[in-house]
């Protein structure tokens, strides 16, 4: 019988892409890492950070497993550890570019760019054949506050890739936040002259001068697309003799506005510039003839909101109320989504006191606009004018909340908690409720001073309710005042 030999125990792995048979201790510290990344893969964070930490008590040169490690921490959110784990392990294998990709990843998250900056101002050092370290140290350096180290290895890609669409845009962008227009049109001009058949570019251009007010360039860039492409109607229209009377210009803008083919957009640049002039005055002629292009407008492009939203705007500043809710009406059934439309809508009906529809429309505005005050101020006013003080209440109390800085608006959403509380017959509630206001710019809001003089008229401080009132009339006159003020009564 042979005797029981104590040797030392092996196992068969395999190393270096070959079989091998390996020491137990080598399985032991292979199967730890492979637990810990296990650990780590099944989103049992913590488990994962003692494992690693056990292997890496006596393997502290592995740098995959301060990877894994860094990448656990961050996991947990506990930047400070993950930093120093990646940092680690970029020191024991600094090939490994990688590593210090995570790095710059976990500092910028942690909101330190600049220190992903000069992490990536060493990989370009080391790696200049990547495009895509030098794309990243430009937006981290924009990112840190350093627009002109962006523009620096922006220039580098440049040099690598020739001039791309990508690369002047991002140029264009870091020159117009440093307000230097010059150079950021010379970028729109380069790729202009880079790629003369996309006459975007062009478009580009010219509308950048536009929004600086460089017409006589603008213009230039326009004849420009019209002599490469006579039929570009953005850029006939733009160039269009405006030095004559506003109505021949709008008169020769309505055989572009009849072609539906014509650049909606295009189209109501030109009329936005006379929204200005109608609150100026406009003469009547010219007025019609705004109106005659939002009518073609409506006739070339039925389906389009802004199409609506925009010939609703013509009415609504030319005090045609019906007829701009009902474009208004036609632009929310088409896209629901702009506030403006719904809260001129919810004026007009205000004011025409049609408070049935008043309350379903803000209501509705609620529903798209949780965050609006104004929608539920409209519902506070329609539900109190409907005879349901109370859900009015509720809903301005909410109003109250979300007008935030708009002091115009909270002030009218006081006053017509104040009403709701007049028409309940609660007149000691009404009277606490303003009294908790005056003095804080209320005393200078008509509606809130005469309403405050209704409810002291209503319990008995008549001398008081009298001062309150003519101190509203001065502010701004009415009928209803100036009765109050002669007869002493409501």
Not at 230 to 248: F, N, Q, W
Request: glycine share 6%; net charge negative.
């Amino acid at each position: 019988m042979l005797g029981i030999l104590t040797l030392p125990a092996f196992a068969q792995n395999t190393l270096d892409g070959q079989a091998k048979i390996v020491p137990e201790e080598e399985v032991n510290r292979q199967s730890l890492f492979i637990e810990a990344e296990r650990e780590r893969l099944l989103e049992h964070f913590e488990k994962a950070v003692e494992k690693y930490k056990a292997f890496l008590y006596d393997n502290g040169d592995n740098a995959a497993a301060w990877y894994g490690l860094a990448r656990t921490y961050a996991e947990l959110k506990d930047p400070a550890n993950a930093v120093d784990a990646v940092k680690k392990a970029a020191q024991k294998d600094p090939a490994n570019e990688w590593y210090a990709v995570y790095l710059a990843e976990l500092y910028e998250k942690i909101g330190q760019a600049k220190d992903a900056v000069a992490v990536y101002q060493d990989l370009v050092k080391s790696h200049p054949e990547t495009p895509a370290f030098l794309e990243r140290l430009a937006y981290l350096s924009v990112l840190s506050g350093d627009p002109k180290g962006g523009l620096k290895a922006l220039d580098q890609l440049e040099k690598m890739t020739g001039v791309t669409e990508a690369i002047s845009d991002k140029k264009h962008v870091i020159y117009l936040g440093m307000g230097n227009i010059k150079k950021a049109a010379g970028e729109l001009e380069k790729l202009a002259d880079t790629y003369p058949y996309r006459l975007e570019y062009r478009h580009r251009l010219a509308e950048l001068y536009e929004s600086v007010g460089e017409k006589d360039a603008a213009r230039k860039v326009y004849e420009d697309i019209l002599r490469r492409d006579p039929d570009d109607t953005v850029a006939k229209i733009a160039v269009l003799e405006k030095s004559g009377s506003d109505l021949a210009y709008l008169n020769s803008l309505k055989p572009y506005f009849k072609d539906p083919n014509v650049s909606l957009d295009g189209k109501i640049k030109e009329l936005l510039p006379y929204f200005e002039k109608l609150n100026k005055g406009l003469e009547p002629q010219a007025i019609e003839a705004l109106l005659q292009l939002g009518a073609l407008l409506e006739q070339t492009h039925p389906d389009e909101a802004k199409v609506w939203s925009v010939s609703g705007d013509l009415f609504y500043y030319t005090d045609q109320m019906p007829e701009a809710l009902d474009r208004y009406r036609r632009c929310i059934k088409l896209n629901p989504t702009v506030f403006s439309v719904w809260d001129n809508s919810l004026a007009i009906l205000s004011e025409q006191k049609n408070y049935p529809e008043l309350r379903r429309t803000a209501e509705q505005a609620m529903d798209a606009f949780p965050n609006q005050a104004t929608a539920y101020y409209y519902y506070g006013l329609a539900a109190t004018e409907l005879g349901d003080p109370d859900d009015a209440i509720r809903q301005l109390g909410q109003a109250t909340l979300m007008a935030g800085n708009n002091i115009a608006l909270r002030l009218d959403i006081i006053d017509q908690i104040g009403v709701a509380h007049l028409r309940k017959k609660d007149f000691g509630g009404a009277k606490m409720h303003y009294e908790k206001y005056l003095g804080n710019g209320s005393d200078k809001h008509p509606g809130i001073l005469e309403h405050y003089g209704d409810a002291l008229y209503q319990l008995g401080a008549r001398d008081q309710a009298m001062e309150y009132w003519q101190k509203a009339n001065a502010i701004l006159p009415s009928p209803g005042l100036e009765q109050k003020i002669s007869t002493g009564k409501l």
